[in-house]
T-cell receptor, first 117, second 110 residues
Framework: GAVVSQHPSWVICKSGTSVKIECRSLDFQATTMFWYRQFPKQSLMLMATSNEGSKATYEQGVEKDKFLINHASLTLSTLTVTSAHPEDSSFYIC?????????????FGPGTRLTVT | ELKVEQNPLFLSMQEGKNYTIYCNYSTTSDRLYWYRQDPGKSLESLFVLLSNGAVKQEGRLMASLDTKARLSTLHITAAVHDLSATYFCAVDRYNNDMRFGAGTRLTVKP
């Protein structure tokens, strides 16, 4: 089956530093990738949608300059949390969507747990 | 705007009992999904429901979809402890993102 990987699986960083999270579709090309954030005991909230080669579309309330998303290829998207603060500590999950002949499938990565100290 | 409501949010069950989780959504959709999430883990896909009247079963879980009522149910039969997890329903539309319900935290007690 289709696999989406994320790296790192967990990261601890100091307040004020930047962290980059990678999301890769290992055995398929993803036309669209999504980034979700999940706080403890809450649901997944969509942060942004990105299409390869295009600028990401951010959900209302998500700071574009803080959460930089790059979707440079059909198999890789990155989320960079810039100048991280403790309130950015969360579980970040990416998802990759592939489309073929009008049929689409979406697969989720294993998540990255970010802790900002 | 597509909204997804799930209930109950918390469910404590005795082993061997049956129960149903409900998922309502606000606008027409192409698909409805059910996911399981264990603590500290990402999502595990359980079911994808595509059409009105669709019913899928896997083990003690059965999901159904009524597109006219915009309602899906996840029925748990003879619950066992291993089913303890958080269950999410999600809805999406072609060329749009997936929207999640709030999740149902299920605890199955012996």
């Amino acid at each position: 089956g289709a696999v989406v990987s994320q790296h790192p699986s967990w990261v601890i960083c100091k307040s004020g530093t930047s962290v980059k999270i990678e999301c890769r579709s290992l055995d398929f090309q993803a036309t669209t990738m999504f980034w979700y954030r999940q706080f403890p005991k809450q649901s997944l909230m969509l942060m942004a949608t990105s299409n390869e080669g295009s600028k990401a579309t951010y959900e209302q309330g998500v700071e574009k300059d803080k959460f930089l998303i790059n979707h440079a290829s059909l198999t890789l998207s990155t989320l960079t949390v810039t100048s991280a603060h403790p309130e950015d500590s969360s579980f970040y999950i990416c998802s990759a969507r592939t489309v073929g002949q009008g049929v689409y499938e979406q697969y989720f990565g294993p998540g990255t747990r970010l802790t900002v100290t | 705007e597509l909204k997804v409501e799930q209930n109950p949010l918390f469910l404590s069950m005795q082993e061997g009992k049956n129960y149903t989780i409900y998922c309502n959504y606000s606008t027409t959709s192409d698909r409805l999904y059910w996911y399981r999430q264990d603590p500290g883990k990402s999502l595990e896909s359980l079911f994808v429901l595509l059409s009105n009247g669709a019913v899928k079963q896997e083990g003690r879980l059965m999901a159904s979809l009524d597109t006219k009522a915009r309602l899906s149910t996840l029925h748990i039969t003879a619950a066992v402890h291993d089913l303890s997890a958080t269950y999410f329903c999600a809805v999406d539309r072609y060329n749009n993102d997936m929207r999640f319900g709030a999740g149902t935290r299920l605890t199955v007690k012996p």
